[in-house]
C-alpha cells in the first residue's frame, strides 16, 4: 500500500516518539529502563517542526515551502535491538501527524533503534502517483539510542529533489543521475500512464527521493512509448546540496531564459520524435523604455557564441556593428570575449563569401552542446535534420504575428506537419542579416535565414531560408561568414 507526505514544498525533518504504555501482561521490566524479549509495547510517534526548502526556484505563501508527514492505516515501523528486530504496527492515529504503533520487543535490552519503513526504499525505482508528491516509505527515518521511557527523535536519512517544469507535453518517466558518485548511480521516477501539465503556464513538480550529501546531477525528462524521445535535459554546473529531511527546488530548462514566452514541441518522423523549440531566437532581450533590446534575437556568425544587433534605414537593435567592430578578416583563431561586438567581414570580394572569414574549425558548432554554442544552457543550435522536419517538407502560409513576444513582426510559422497554412507551432521571424562583404544590416521583416550545426563542405552550411513575399520556405547551404539567426532546440 502506498504511504503520502503531503507536500506544500518540503520535507517533515524529525519526528519525536516515546513509550507511552507497557502491557501489563508482558513478561516482568528489571528496572524501568530495562525491556525484555516478548514485552508488548505501544509507542508514540509524533511530528517534530517543520522546515523551509533549500531552494533555487522563488515560491510564494506562508505554506508553499512546508510539507506535513502524516502516518496512514498499516505503516509499520522496525525496532531492533542488536541483531534482532521486530515490526510494530500502526494502532491508532492515521491520517495525522502523531500515531501509536504496537509491537514486541525482539530482544532484552536497555536501549533499541527504530527505522521508517521496515524495508530499505530502492530509490533507484521510484513511481509517480499524481495523488502523492511523494509516497512517503520512499523517505528513510531512523532513531538510535533510544531509551524506555525517554522521548527520541526519528530523523529523515534521505533528501527530495523537486524538478519545475511546463510540462506541456506527456511525460513517461524522469531519469536523474548522480554525476559526482563513482561509478554514476540513476534514479528513475516511471511515470506508468504517462504524465500531462493541465494548469496552463503554472510549472508542474515531480519529486524524486534522492540519498542526503553533496552532488552533481543530471535530469532527463523523457516522454512516452518503447523508445521514449528525450524531452529535455537540466545538468548542474556545480555540486548541489541535498539536506537530510528537506527539498531542494531546481527548475528544468523547458522555460527559456529572458522571456515568459514558452517553448513549442513538435513532434515528428516515423517513428515520433519530439524536438522543443525555444519561443524566441537566440540572443533575444526584451525592448525596456528607451532599451532596444534585441527582440529578434541577434545574428550571428558560423560558429561563433557571440552574435551581433542589426540596424537599417527602419530598424534599430540596442546595439550593432559599426566603425571599428566591423573589422577584415579572416578568423584566424577562435573568437575570445573581447571580440563578442566584432564582425568580421570580406573585404576582398562580395563573391568571395568564404575565404576564412569565419572559423573554418567544423567542430565549433555540432548536434550536441559545445563550448562555442551561442545557445543557453540545456539548448544548442539544431541540425539540419530538424530544420528539416520543422519545416514538415511543405510551403507556409505568408504571416505576421501580432500578439506576444514577436507583435508586429513579419514571419511564418512552422508546424512540422503537412498542412498548407500552420497557424500555431514554432514562430520563426524574418530577423534578416548581417552582410558578410560589409557586416550591414538587410532585409529585416523580408527575409529569414536560421542556421544548423550541419555543414555541407569546408565552406557552407546547410540552412533554413524564406522571404515573406514568395514560397517555398527552403532548405539551403550558406556560406558561414554571414551573421544569420539561430532558433535553438532543447537538448
Known amino acids: 500500500m502506498k504511504k503520502t507526505i503531503l507536500f506544500a514544498a518540503a520535507l517533515v525533518l524529525l519526528a519525536a516518539c516515546n513509550v507511552s504504555d507497557i502491557d501489563k501482561q508482558s513478561p516482568a521490566v528489571v528496572d524501568g529502563n530495562s525491556f525484555v524479549k516478548g514485552q508488548k509495547v505501544t509507542l508514540t510517534v509524533g511530528t517534530g517542526n517543520q522546515t523551509k526548502v533549500s531552494s533555487e ?40 501527524a502523531t500515531a501509536t504503533f504496537e509491537g514486541t520487543m525482539p530482544e532484552d535490552g536497555t536501549t533499541f533503534d527504530v527505522q521508517f519503513p521496515v524495508t530499505d526504499p530502492d530509490l533507484t525505482t521510484q513511481t509517480y502517483s499524481a495523488t502523492e508528491a511523494i ?25 527530495a529533489l523537486r524538478l519545475n517544469l511546463y510540462a506541456d507535453v506527456t511525460i513517461g ?7 559526482s558518485a563513482s561509478p554514476e548511480v540513476s534514479y528513475t521516477l516511471t511515470c506508468t500512464d504517462g504524465v500531462k501539465n493541465n494548469t496552463g503556464n503554472e510549472t508542474m513538480p515531480f519529486f524524486i527521493i534522492l ?10 525528462v523523457y516522454g512516452t512509448g518503447e523508445t521514449p524521445a528525450l524531452i529535455c535535459t537540466r545538468t548542474t554546473t556545480s555540486a548541489r546540496t541535498f539536506v537530510n529531511g528537506q527539498v531542494l527546488n531546481m527548475p528544468l530548462k523547458y522555460d527559456y531564459p529572458g522571456t515568459d514566452a514558452q517553448p513549442t514541441s513538435i513532434t515528428t518522423g516515423d517513428p515520433a520524435t ?59 583563431t577562435i573568437p575570445t570575449a573581447s571580440d563578442a561586438e566584432k564582425f568580421y567581414k570580406n573585404a576582398i570580394s562580395p563573391w568571395n563569401w568564404y575565404n576564412g572569414k569565419s572559423p573554418a574549425n567544423l567542430t565549433l558548432w555540432s548536434s550536441s552542446k559545445t563550448a562555442y554554442d551561442p545557445c543557453p544552457d540545456g539548448w544548442r543550435v539544431p541540425t539540419d535534420g530538424e530544420i528539416w522536419a520543422l519545416m514538415g517538407n511543405h510551403t507556409v502560409a505568408t504571416l505576421q504575428d501580432g500578439s506576444g513576444v514577436h507583435c508586429g513582426m513579419k514571419g511564418r510559422y512552422f508546424d512540422g506537419s503537412s498542412t498548407a497554412t500552420p497557424t ?27 542556421w544548423t550545426s550541419t555543414h555541407e563542405s569546408v565552406y557552407f ?31
Open 274 to 332: 519530439t524536438t522543443v523549440w525555444a519561443p524566441v531566437n537566440c540572443g533575444y532581450e526584451p525592448a525596456n523604455g528607451e532599451y532596444k533590446g534585441y527582440t529578434y534575437g541577434k545574428l550571428y556568425q558560423w560558429g561563433r557564441k557571440d552574435g551581433q544587433g542589426y540596424k537599417d534605414t527602419d530598424y534599430e537593435d540596442a546595439s550593432y556593428p559599426s566603425g571599428d567592430n566591423i573589422v577584415d578578416g579572416p578568423i584566424s
Open 424 to 450: 500555431s507551432g514554432v514562430f520563426l521571424p524574418a530577423a534578416g542579416v548581417l552582410y558578410n562583404y560589409d557586416g550591414k544590416g538587410l532585409k529585416r521583416n523580408s527575409d529569414a535565414y536560421y
Open 135 to 159: 509516497p512517503h516509505d520512499m523517505m528513510k527515518f531512523t532513531a538510535s539510542g533510544c531509551t524506555v521511557g525517554d522521548a527520541f527523535a526519528l530523523t529523515a536519512v534521505n533528501a
Open 211 to 220: 540519498p542526503a550529501g553533496s552532488r552533481n546531477i543530471e535530469a532527463k
Open 57 to 96: 526556484l522563488v515560491t510564494s505563501g506562508e505554506d508553499k515551502d512546508k510539507v506535513n508527514f502524516k502516518w496512514e492505516t498499516g505503516d509499520k515501523i522496525l525496532v531492533k535491538v542488536g541483531e534482532a528486530s521486530a515490526e510494530f504496527t500502526l494502532k491508532s492515529g492515521a491520517g495525522s
Open 461 to 491: 552550411t546547410y540552412t533554413l531560408q524564406f522571404r515573406i513575399d514568395s514560397t517555398p520556405a527552403i532548405n539551403e547551404f550558406a556560406f558561414r561568414s554571414g551573421g544569420l539567426s539561430v532558433r535553438c532546440v532543447q537538448e
Open 173 to 179: 518517466k524522469i531519469v536523474v543521475t548522480d554525476k
